[in-house]
């Protein structure tokens, strides 16, 4: 069974966001755009991702002995919007990496459910709204377009 982060754990998170916003700088002052940027950063650099970033799983992936995980903003959103963010001087890293942080989340679907992401709504690597900011947009905003609920995760009571 997978529990909510521990304060330890976010505080990984969140010093984890933080190198990646600087190492995104750099790459950018650098004229690197080209090299640095792949999306399966985020699972190499916290790994495993559920250990850090897990926001639960679906109903439907209960019924499956090995449901797809699922990163609920895609990394390339992730990626995109954090590059946007520098590049605009409006933010400090710091505030970039609160934001990452908020959005860097993993879940588990179904295989349904991944389909209908992914295909149906054409959502693998896009916000439904186009609209959404990072700043201000619904981490959860994909997911709710597909009508999938996450069940909630477990309370961990300090000892």
Known sequence: MIEQPSFEQSDIVQETCH???????TLLR??????????????????????????GKSKDSL????????????????????????????????????????????ADI???EQRLLDIELRLKSRMPDDDWTFETGDTYARLKCAGIVLLP???VRDA
């Open 19 to 25: 190198v990646l916003v600087w190492h995104f700088r």
């Open 30 to 55: 650098l004229n690197k755009d080209e090299l640095g940027f792949h999306t399966r950063l985020f699972s190499h650099v916290l790994h495993p991702e559920r250990n850090f970033v897990y926001a």
């Open 63 to 106: 019924s499956e002995s090995r449901p797809h995980p699922e990163h609920v903003v895609p990394c390339a959103i992730l990626i995109t919007e954090c590059k946007r963010l520098i590049k605009a001087d409006t933010h400090s890293d710091r505030d970039i990496a609160v934001m990452l942080q908020k959005h860097w989340k993993v």
């Open 110 to 112: 179904s295989k349904r």
């Open 153 to 155: 995760l477990p309370i």
